[in-house]
């Protein structure tokens, strides 16, 4: 491998306060209980953030209620004139923006520089487009806003997350409460900044911070409308159970465990390339991961050849270093997750392979794994791991291959790697996935509808789909 000099980001960019309070009504104003949050890749602890408590979440819920009746009232051009300034303001401050996301969750500098915040903006410039259109966006002639959004957000794209719930909501004339996850706090926290910078109406955006419980009073509280979710399939069920009978709207976006199908006639190179990208990419927390590759058997063995060359080039370490490729795992639990999967990986029978890496000492690391000989009973090849870990298995024939990259309970998203366009087109048609890429994979558009089949979740985020969640 090459040596590379440390190319280190700059950390002084970003001024991150000892503490910060709950964003309610316009102000921030602490918290009675706190948590701290820390570095992933040093276990640093980066600031100290209030817990919301079921009173924090009454305010904020007033405040975005009283907010609602003015911010509903105005016209479409208005609302679009404070999201176009948000997306200004965040394109002007991403660098800082970028800088505090990768030292709050782990993920590589180049990936939240290059990829989450050029997207955080986008969505916000592409909701600001539709605000004053909403009568052209094929909801009926006057679509109307549903209320007060209650939206739950996890760790892996923290700012992504939160755009994709905030920006349609604004656009479409709701208010919002947003819890964000306990392990990445900040990057919302500098988002209410961006608020005010903004001038954005007081109650229009409430951020409230806090655990799992937080997130419950919120989604279960008697004044909100709408409820948007973004995490675990076994929480997706129990906000599910408890929003059913309450006339809630509710959308929920959940795991996967994607098929990345790699047919005989496919381009390896570029196929190796799209695969290390679609498990690799932030260190594989992402719900769409190509977390299961399906190689057509008489090319496996050259193509892992070239992919387990390609993971010897992958740089594991320092977020902050531009030349890092896989950076550290969320959190200790997130950790300790992984590690008990792979080691039932191995238990069951699969086996197990990393290139030769060092992990630095301090902070929570995973080195990039594949497990060959995966049979589609493993658990490897049937829960999400939410890690950089892949499984292998192989087919022979187009069916075969359609019916292991659907056997599974999720829906979310797939991959299709072939020269031939008509076979791209055949399978795409027969995979359950909300999202099927053809010759690439993880690629995101806010004009593109994002969104899952069966234990994936229901309702779609992103385009003109993104809007109908928070329209009546
Ligand atoms: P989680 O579902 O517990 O957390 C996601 C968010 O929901 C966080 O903000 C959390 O505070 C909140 N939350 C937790 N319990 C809640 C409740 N009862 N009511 C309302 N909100 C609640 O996810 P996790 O524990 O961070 O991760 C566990 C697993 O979930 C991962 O290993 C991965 O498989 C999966 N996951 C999927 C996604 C995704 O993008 N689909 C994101 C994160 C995690
Ligand atoms: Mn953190």
Redesign the pocket.
């Given at each position: 491998m090459l040596e590379y000099a440390p190319a280190p980001e700059s950390r002084s960019v970003v001024q991150i306060a000892p503490s910060y309070g709950l964003f309610i009504d316009g102000d921030f104003t602490p918290g009675k209980d706190v948590f701290k949050t820390i570095n992933p890749a040093s276990e640093e602890v980066l600031s100290e953030v209030a817990l919301g408590s079921p009173e924090d979440v009454d305010r904020a819920v007033a405040a975005a209620r009283r907010a609602f009746e003015t911010w509903s009232a105005r016209p479409g051009s208005e609302r679009a004139k404070y999201l176009f300034r948000i997306a200004r303001i965040i394109q002007e401050r991403s660098r800082e923006l970028a800088v505090l996301e990768s030292l709050d969750n782990g993920k590589p500098i180049k990936e939240s520089r290059d990829v989450d915040l050029p997207l955080v903006a986008a969505h916000f410039f592409y909701y600001a487009g539709w605000a004053d259109k909403l009568p052209y966006a094929g909801f009926g002639p006057s679509p109307r806003p549903l209320g007060v959004a209650g939206q739950?957000?996890?760790?892996?794209f923290p700012l992504l997350m939160l755009a994709w719930k905030i920006a349609p909501a604004l656009a479409a004339g709701n208010t919002v409460v947003l819890?964000?996850?306990?392990t990445t706090p900040l990057s919302a926290l500098f988002f209410a900044d961006i608020c005010r910078q903004a001038e954005l109406p007081p109650g229009v955006v409430n951020i409230v911070t806090g655990?799992?419980d937080t997130?419950?009073y919120?989604?279960e509280h008697p004044d909100v409308d709408k409820v948007a979710?973004?995490?675990?399939t076994?929480?997706g069920r129990?906000?599910a159970r408890s929003v059913a009978g309450t006339g809630k709207r509710l959308t929920l976006?959940?795991?996967?465990k994607a098929a990345n199908i790699v047919f005989d006639d496919a381009p390896i190179d570029q196929a190796v390339e799209g695969i290390v990208n679609g498990i690799f990419f932030n260190q594989g927390h992402v719900?769409c991961a190509g977390s299961r590759l399906l190689v057509q058997e008489s090319i496996a063995e050259q193509l892992l050849a070239s992919l387990k060359r390609r993971m010897s080039t992958l740089r594991v370490g320092d977020p902050l270093d531009k030349n890092t490729d896989v950076g550290a795992i969320n959190s200790a639990a997130?950790l300790a997750?992984i590690t008990e999967l792979s080691e039932i990986g191995t238990e069951e029978g699969a086996e197990r392979w990393s290139p030769e890496c060092s992990l630095p000492d301090r902070g929570f690391w995973f080195a990039p794994t594949i497990f060959t000989g995966v049979t589609q009973a493993h658990r490897i090849a049937r829960e999400?791991i939410?890690g950089p870990v892949l499984s292998v298995l192989t087919f022979r024939t187009p069916d075969e291959a359609i019916e292991k990259a659907n056997n599974t309970p999720y829906g979310l998203s797939a991959g299709i790697w072939s020269e031939k366009g008509s076979r791209i087109l055949a399978v795409a048609d027969k995979l359950r996935a909300g999202v099927v890429w053809a010759n690439t994979f993880n690629k995101f558009d806010p004009t593109s509808p994002f969104g899952g089949y069966k234990e994936s979740g229901y309702g779609r985020e992103g385009g003109r789909h993104g809007l109908e969640a928070y329209l009546a």
């Open positions: 739950v957000i996890p760790w892996n819890k964000p996850a306990e655990a799992g997130g419950r919120l989604v979710f973004t995490g675990s076994e929480v129990q906000i976006e959940l795991g996967g719900c997130q997750r999400e939410f």
